[in-house]
């Protein structure tokens, strides 16, 4: 790869650099090591993670997410998702491939069916529907929560902290 791509170690840095131009050439790179086309190909938005995705409507559209480096990210959902799978009526996505690349990991899914439920589409829905959706989450997260889950390396009390922190300029933002 010849275009530029720095060395990132903090917040700040991957803050400064996640919407650089380099980052399509890495999901591109990806597609070709997992040999899927980068036909389709775009940035999505909404995510403290840098994530590519295709949207043809076909059964094998797909995410790829790059994780930054040094929040755990990576490690925490790979091990949920895998967790996940046949524990719970809710969708969870099939993990199609994983690696590292310049050292930045990546996890591809296969990407679910839906769309993305944005505050506006939320507060669209008669209170009917959205009542619906609770307790099929509800459902779902019991189902999640009746199986022994020690795997996951992650400091609740630090995450509520950091959250607790930093919720103001995120609302802000």
């Not at 990407?111 to 506006?120: D, F, N």
């Not at 589409?121 to 779902?140: C, D, M, N, S």
């Amino acid at each position: 790869m010849t275009d530029f791509v720095p060395t990132i170690k903090t917040a700040d840095e991957f803050d400064r650099y996640y919407k650089a131009d380099f980052w399509r050439a890495r999901a591109e790179a990806v597609c070709r090591r997992h040999q899927l086309s980068p036909a389709n190909l775009a940035r999505a938005g909404g995510s403290e993670h840098v994530v590519f995705l295709t949207d043809t409507g076909a059964t094998d559209d797909f995410v790829i997410k790059f994780y930054a480096p040094f929040r755990g990210g990576f490690r925490r959902e790979k091990s949920g998702i895998e967790f996940a799978h046949g524990r719970t009526s809710l969708p969870v996505p099939e993990i199609l491939g994983e690696g590292e690349i310049e050292g930045f990991d990546y996890l591809i899914f296969r990407r679910l069916e839906g769309v993305l439920m944005t505050r506006e589409t939320w507060l669209g829905l008669q209170k009917g529907r959205q009542i619906e959706v609770v307790a099929k989450l509800a459902a779902g997260l019991k189902e999640l929560h009746s199986h022994e889950f020690q795997s996951v390396d992650f400091d609740w009390h630090k995450f509520v902290e950091t959250q607790a922190a930093s919720a103001f300029e995120r609302q802000k933002a």
